[in-house]
């Protein structure tokens, strides 16, 4: 079978786009893998798929699989550019797109320059729906990572994170600690794993080794997930630039019971046919 896509990324972070409303196809977890696969496929962090509302409440559906195989929750970057896709597809010309995922409803806002706002719902701590194993909730706990105690804030945005602090991210063998970090026994679904270094309280430097891909140009949900622990520690004010090493995101988060919110840019690199 002969599948149309387009290969996008959001500040580094790409993505096959598959629109499954134009065509039809069943893709197995091997397919996924393939059209991922940097070497014999297209290659890309994630792929999305673009599919019609389960309910007349929203627009789209949205999907979203690892380079893994795997699906999962949430992605921020790649609602960025479903937002992008779906207009410049004229399967939409709302400016204010609402999709389904996994983990619920968002709000997608195109901008007159292209950027798109997202509003990610409100991050989750309960340790039970992140998954993390923990007796209690807190601010922060001390987890033993490959023989290191590292002091990590969890969360989920839809998707878990565990975030550490770090002096320098350049100085990271990210390779090493995040994979440790990725697939630890405390989070049974494993986690995308962030560490931030604080360079003023309205600017982070942010690497991320991300579930089931490994260490990622950005991560959107990562850069939300940062910016909310690095608030509730007090080291971040409201509105934070988050320089990841493929570009930067903006991050708002008003506090408890508020959405955070999220802009950033998308690119369309290139449109093609693969067989499947
Ligand atoms: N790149 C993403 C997150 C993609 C999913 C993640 N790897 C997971 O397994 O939860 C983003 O921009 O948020």
């Known amino acids: ?6 290969k996008m990324h959001g500040a580094g972070n790409d993505f096959v786009v598959i629109d499954l409303i134009s065509q039809r196809a069943r893709l197995r977890s091997r397919d996924i893998r393939k059209l991922a696969d940097r070497h014999f496929g297209v290659g890309c962090d994630q792929v999305l798929l673009v599919e019609p509302p389960g309910s007349p409440e929203v627009d789209f559906r949205y999907r979203i699989f690892n380079a893994d195989g795997g699906e999962v929750e949430q992605c921020g970057n790649g609602a960025r550019c479903f937002a992008r896709f779906v207009r410049d597809k004229k399967l939409t010309a709302k400016r204010d797109i609402s999709v389904e ?15 798109v706002e997202v509003n990610m719902g409100e991050p989750v701590f309960a340790p039970e729906q992140v998954p993390f ?16 105690e590292l002091e990590l804030g969890v969360l989920s945005m839809g998707n878990p994170h565990a975030v550490h602090r770090v002096a320098d991210t350049a100085a990271l063998d990210l390779d090493h600690i995040g994979r440790q970090l990725e697939s630890h026994p405390r989070f049974p679904q494993r986690v995308n794993a962030g560490f931030m270094q604080v360079v003023t309280a309205n600017e982070i430097n ?24 690095g608030l509730l520690r007090g080291w971040l004010s409201d509105t934070v630039t988050v320089n990841l090493p493929g570009g930067k995101l903006s991050i708002s988060w008003a506090g408890s019971g508020q959405p955070v919110i999220m802009t950033g840019p998308t690119a369309t690199v290139f449109e093609g046919t693969i067989r499947i």
């Open 133 to 148: 194993e923990a007796p209690q909730q807190a601010d922060c706990y001390a987890v033993d990572v490959a023989g290191t």
């Open 206 to 229: 942010l690497r991320v080794y991300e579930r089931g891909v490994g260490e990622t140009l950005a991560c959107g949900t990562g850069a939300c997930a940062a910016v909310v622990y």
């Open 1 to 6: 079978m002969l599948l149309k896509f387009t």
């Open 101 to 115: 995922t996994a983990a619920g409803i968002i709000v997608l806002h195109v901008r007159e320059n292209n950027q």
